[in-house]
């Protein structure tokens, strides 16, 4: 059985910094790329971050880039998200997904997520 | 970026009655439209890819259409555990995008 389980949420001050991570199982990590969604209270569902099945690649919108990093340990089936200054924006629900991907050659994205965490709560308030 | 635009915002129905769900995209997308389902206490679940392609599992009174700008979710027939929060993605381009979610209530 497929499983992803976010940590690392919690309460952090504005322009402090914060890890996530997810620990998945059920299937061979280091096949598929991975990402990150977010939704803040109240809103609908907005994508954070990707990265390739090796890590060697990764992908942000312009509203995290420069700020978040999303690195992985395939040896730990581990995925993470580190988020330097923070703003309270960033207040939401972060979600672990696995790209659904396909393999032609190489592990490929599909850019469409079949498997999601529960979320891990990070809230940004002074 | 792509705007993609649910309607309705929020929608009642009874079980056993079929429903539609309108996610407009901003430009053409070609068919690339994943649809989700958001449930209390459940993890999110995919439902539908390349606008009209049933991930494994998803009942097949859940429908997708579309293509270009346009697509739809249908439900036929609705099932007590259908009522829930749908969200459309486009997976198409860069950056990937979500359309605002639609509420399924109980009439």
């Known amino acids: 059985e497929v499983q992803l389980v976010e940590s690392g949420g919690g309460l952090v001050q504005p322009g402090r910094s914060l890890k996530l991570s997810c620990v998945a199982s059920?299937?061979?990590?280091?096949?598929?790329?991975m990402t990150w969604i977010r939704q803040a209270p109240g809103k609908g569902l907005e994508w954070v971050a990707s990265i390739t099945n090796t890590g060697g690649s990764t992908y942000y919108p312009d509203s995290v880039k420069g700020r978040f990093t999303i690195s992985r340990d395939n040896a730990k089936s581990t995925l993470y998200l580190q988020m330097n200054s923070l703003r309270s924006e960033d207040t939401a629900t972060y979600y672990c997904?696995?790209?659904?991907?396909?393999?032609?050659?190489?592990?490929?994205?599909?850019?469409?997520?079949?498997?999601w965490g529960p979320g891990t709560m990070v809230t940004v308030s002074s | 970026d792509v705007q993609m635009t649910q309607s309705p915002s929020y929608l009642a129905a009874s079980p056993g009655e079929s429903v539609s769900i309108s996610c407009k995209a901003s430009k053409s997308i070609n068919t690339y439209l994943a649809w989700y389902q958001e449930k209390p206490g459940k993890t999110n679940k995919l439902l539908i890819y390349?606008?009209?392609t049933l991930q494994s599992g998803t009942p097949s009174r859940f429908s997708g259409s579309g293509s270009g700008t346009d697509f739809t979710l249908t439900i036929r027939s609705l099932e007590p555990e259908d009522f829930a929060v749908y969200y459309c993605?486009?997976?198409?381009?860069?950056?990937?995008?979500f359309g605002s979610g639609t509420k399924l209530e109980i009439k």
């Open positions: 390349s606008g009209s």
């Open positions: 993605q486009q997976h198409n381009e860069y950056p990937l995008t």
């Open positions: 059920g299937f061979t990590f280091n096949n598929y790329w």
């Open positions: 997904t696995r790209d659904r991907g396909y393999y032609y050659s190489s592990y490929n994205p599909s850019w469409y997520f079949d498997f």
